[in-house]
């Protein structure tokens, strides 16, 4: 099974304070996602990466950064926390299959992140 | 940029009530998929259809896509308190095919 780890659960931090959101998958897929979730607006796309060293902004990019440096880990950065970054942001990996046009994604469980 | 509208945002059910979420795009789906969220944590993939007209169903829980391939509904029988959740239709982004859009999700609520 597909397994996408996530390095906390649950996670408290200071505003102004640098914060690091790790994303780690086991079966070398190659794009790799980072969400994040707030009620009533679903999930939105931050950064995404289809390749090592790869990046590409998604829909709401302002305030993160994120790092691929290796193909199974995908790190996402907030330079400096504000308070409107509370949220639960989500990793996802995926493997598009050529042939099927396939493109399901695994989630990690999630970090719910506090900024005070 | 490609819309998912869900709807309704939120359900509450009885137990063995049958119920619809829908999930309408603004643009053609090229593959679009179910997932369900228990609360505070990941999402759990349920199907994923293609097609014009396909359905698929996996155990009490059915989904379809329509002929103009723009709008899916999930439909569940005979529900149960298991069957709570917020469930997402998410679909590939026709531009880019790297890139993934969800419905902002519909919360369903099963009351025993």
């Known amino acids: 099974d597909v397994k996408v780890t996530q390095s906390s659960r649950y996670l408290v931090k200071r505003t102004g304070e640098k914060v690091f959101l790790e994303c780690v998958q086991d079966m070398d897929h190659e794009n790799m996602f980072w969400y994040r979730q707030d009620p009533g607006l679903g999930l939105r796309l931050i950064y995404f990466s289809y390749d090592v060293k790869m990046k590409e902004k998604g829909d709401i990019p302002e305030g993160y950064s994120v790092s691929r440096e290796k193909k199974e880990r995908f790190s996402l950065i907030l330079e400096s926390a504000s308070t409107n970054q509370t949220s639960m942001y989500l990793c996802?990996?995926?493997?598009?299959?050529?042939?099927?046009?396939?493109?399901?994604?695994?989630f990690g469980p999630g970090t719910r992140l506090t900024v005070l | 940029s490609q819309e998912l509208e869900q709807s309704p945002q939120s359900l509450i059910v009885q137990e063995g009530k049958n119920l619809t979420i829908n999930c309408t795009s603004s643009k053609t789906l090229y593959g679009l998929y179910w997932y369900k969220q228990k609360y505070g944590e990941g999402l759990i993939f349920l199907m994923m259809?293609?097609?014009?007209?396909e359905e698929k169903s996996h155990e009490k829980i059915t989904a379809k896509l329509d002929e103009k391939k723009q709008q899916s509904s999930l439909h569940i029988t005979a529900s149960q308190p298991s069957h709570a959740g917020i469930y997402l239709c998410g679909a590939d982004d026709s531009d880019n095919f790297n890139k993934f859009y969800f419905g902002s999700g519909t919360k369903l609520n099963v009351k025993p």
């Open positions: 259809l293609q097609k014009g007209g």
């Open positions: 996802a990996s995926s493997f598009m299959d050529l042939k099927s046009s396939y493109n399901e994604q695994f």
